[in-house]
Nanobody, 123 residues
Framework: QLQLVESGGGLVQPGGSLRLSCAAS??????IAWVRHAPGKAREEVSC????????TYTDSVKGRFTISRYNTKNTVYLQMNSLKPEDTGVYYC??????????????????WGQGTQVTVSS
């Protein structure tokens, strides 16, 4: 199995920043996505990064504010979140695409998921 563990969530005021980490239990050549789920809303893929880190995707609402990166020697993916807004509140999960190393518009197989980390943006 591949275990994923998220960390770095918490309570932050609007305009603040958080850095989320996703630590994988072993090396794997998979694309990794951050997915968030807020109460009453559908799950949303926030960002994805290819295995090499050369390709990234972002949902429109976070472009310019969030940055995804990875440090493969530590099997870790990060999500730097700046200028946070209340609508960013939710549980953030990282997920590994078993289909392979590239982020995909179709055909993704997010088979492995972490337990999630809560992000709350409130004044």
């Amino acid at each position: 199995q591949l275990q994923l563990v998220e960390s770095g969530g918490g309570l932050v005021q609007p305009g603040g920043s958080l850095r989320l980490s996703c630590a994988a239990s072993r090396f794997a050549v998979y694309a990794i996505a951050w997915v968030r789920h807020a109460p009453g809303k559908a799950r949303e893929e926030v960002s994805c990064i290819s295995h090499s880190g050369s390709s990234t995707t972002y949902t429109d609402s976070v472009k310019g504010r969030f940055t995804i990166s990875r440090y493969n020697t530590k099997n870790t993916v990060y999500l730097q979140m700046n200028s946070l807004k209340p609508e960013d509140t939710g549980v953030y999960y990282c997920a590994a695409d078993r289909a392979g190393p590239s982020c995909r518009a179709t055909g993704a197989d997010y088979y492995y998921w972490g337990q999630g980390t809560q992000v709350t943006v409130s004044s």
